[in-house]
């Protein structure tokens, strides 16, 4: 499994931004994807993870309502569509394969992950 996360860059807040994370193995169809975020001298926190058919999504309460995740299989790409950023948004976004067809919010139940990609909300 090779996980390549993209999208990240800098914007202001109120804006938005679209993460993905492709595997270019082909080995995450029928595995649940997740998406963490970590900011500097904070803990790894949960943000969105999806089920391998995109049937169930669940998200962590600080981006509910203005996050969303999705998949395409047919693509190998799974997707994170941040609007109304916030400055506290500002952190490495990773994506990362479930060990089963779905995701949780533990780190823990995630196998491989990708290398992160910076997301910067200026204020």
């Known amino acids: 499994v090779q996980l390549q996360a993209s999208g990240g860059g800098l914007v202001q807040a109120g804006g938005s931004l679209k993460l993905s994370c492709t595997n270019s193995r082909r080995t995450s169809r029928n595995n649940g994807m997740g998406w963490f975020r970590q900011a500097p001298g904070k803990e790894r926190e949960f943000v969105a993870t999806i089920m391998w058919n995109g049937g169930s999504t669940s998200y962590g309460d600080s981006v509910k309502g203005r996050f969303t995740i999705s998949r395409d299989n047919a693509k190998d790409t799974v997707y994170l569509q941040m609007n109304s950023l916030k400055p506290e948004d500002t952190a490495v976004y990773y994506c990362?394969?479930?060990?089963?067809?779905?995701?949780?919010?533990?780190?823990?139940?995630?196998?491989?992950w990708g290398q992160g990609t910076q997301v910067t909300v200026s204020s």
């Open positions: 990362a394969q479930a060990l089963r067809g779905f995701g949780s919010s533990k780190a823990s139940e995630y196998r491989y």
